[in-house]
T-cell receptor
């Protein structure tokens, strides 16, 4: 089974901090994604990557950046955390022609 | 208008009932249709996926796609309390690399 591992289940950060969310997958998938999930808004795509060092903006990239230096790792960076970035963050990976496998999520609270 | 619309519920049914979950969409170019199940505080897991129109059955679950009406359904027969979760529909264009999600329907199956 594909495993997508997100480094933290719960995080509490202060406004203005730089925050790193890490995601690692173990099945050599080309595609990796970062979503945030909020009640009533569903899943919204932040960034995705089809290959190492490649990244593309999703629907809500403002305030975020990403890094993919190795195929198995995709990091989401909140440059200066704000309270409106309090959310559940979900990482996913997929092979071409396959469905997503999601991680368990990181619930981030910015105070 | 959202690309994918899904009634958020909650939907509450007695154990053993047949459950019908639905999504509508606006983009007629969608080719792949998926259903994910998400338990509380977990990431979504792929339940079923279908390509183009038609039905697909897997145990107690049946996925149905009606492309002419831009409408997809998930039926759960003999529902169990363990089916209590949020169900997300998702769909993709031909390249299967980016998915568009509904906001999820919360289902509660009462013993």
């Amino acid at each position: 089974d594909v495993k997508v591992t997100q480094s933290s289940r719960y995080l509490v950060k202060r406004t203005g901090e730089k925050v790193f969310l890490e995601c690692v997958q173990d099945m050599d998938h080309e595609n990796m994604f970062w979503y945030r999930q909020d009640p009533g808004l569903g899943l919204r795509l932040i960034y995705f990557s089809y290959d190492v060092k490649m990244k593309e903006k999703g629907d809500i990239p403002e305030g975020y950046s990403v890094s993919r230096e190795k195929k198995e790792r995709f990091s989401l960076i909140l440059e200066s955390a704000s309270t409106n970035q309090t959310s559940m963050y979900l990482c996913a990976s997929s092979a071409p022609g396959g469905g997503y496998t999601f991680g368990s999520g990181t619930r981030l609270t910015v105070v | 208008q959202k690309e994918v619309e899904q009634d958020p519920g909650p939907l509450s049914v007695p154990e053993g009932a047949i459950v019908s979950l639905n999504c509508t969409y606006s983009n007629s170019a969608f080719q792949y249709f998926m259903w994910y199940r998400q338990y509380s505080r977990k990431g979504p897991e792929l339940l079923m996926y279908t390509y183009s129109s038609g039905n697909k059955e897997d145990g107690r679950f049946t996925a149905q796609v009606d492309k002419s009406s831009k409408y997809i359904s998930l039926f759960i027969r003999d529902s169990q309390p363990s089916d209590s979760a949020t169900y997300l529909c998702a769909m993709s264009l031909y390249n299967f690399n980016k998915f568009y999600f509904g906001s999820g329907t919360k289902l509660n199956v009462k013993p």
